[in-house]
């Protein structure tokens, strides 16, 4: 059974953070007790709050970011969370790579929620600046992961 989730991307400023926000709020809504995390593979944004325009469209959507700190993911999050979401292929694999043998956690990719043929990252607005479109992305996987835990 899952009871915790980490989500990771790269910065843990934009995608990570959104979906753990996201998540939080639908868990909520279900009446679900989740235990829910996120981290980056990099260490550049370690203890900073997520990015301001991301804080920015999780709050038009109504979600509060600001509490959030950056952190980097390491080795016991492998043993203290039973699943571990990547937001897109190379945060997989980095975390493949770190991932050790006698991990309790499972990896996966938060897209393998989605039904949506081709959609196999979550794109980084880092760089596309699309926010709002990657919160709705989350948004929509958020649903599907909460569908499967019951
Ligand atoms: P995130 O986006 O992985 O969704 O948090 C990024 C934020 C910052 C950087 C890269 C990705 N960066 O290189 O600073």
């Not at 995608?15 to 995390?37: H, M």
């Not at 997520?50 to 970011?65: F, I, V």
């Not at 929620?113 to 699309?130: A, F, H, I, M, S």
Request: hydrophobic share 40%; with cysteine.
């Amino acid at each position: 059974m899952i009871q915790s989730i980490l989500f990771v991307c790269l910065g843990n400023i934009c995608r990570s953070p959104s979906a753990e926000a996201v998540l939080r709020a639908k868990a909520r809504d279900r009446g679900l007790d989740l235990t829910l995390d996120s981290a980056g593979t990099g260490d550049w944004h370690v203890g900073e709050p997520p990015y301001g325009p991301m804080q920015k469209a999780g709050a038009a959507r109504g979600y509060d970011l600001s509490g959030l700190r950056a952190r980097q993911v390491s080795v016991e999050d492998f043993y203290r969370f039973d699943l571990i979401l990547a937001m897109d292929p190379s945060n997989y694999a980095n975390l493949e790579a770190l991932r050790p043998s006698d991990a309790t956690a499972r990896l996966e990719m938060l897209t393998d929620y989605l039904d949506e043929p081709g959609v196999g990252e979550v794109p980084d607005p880092y760089y596309t600046r699309d926010f709002d479109g990657t919160l709705a992305l989350v948004e929509r996987a958020a649903e599907r992961v909460l569908d499967r835990l019951g």
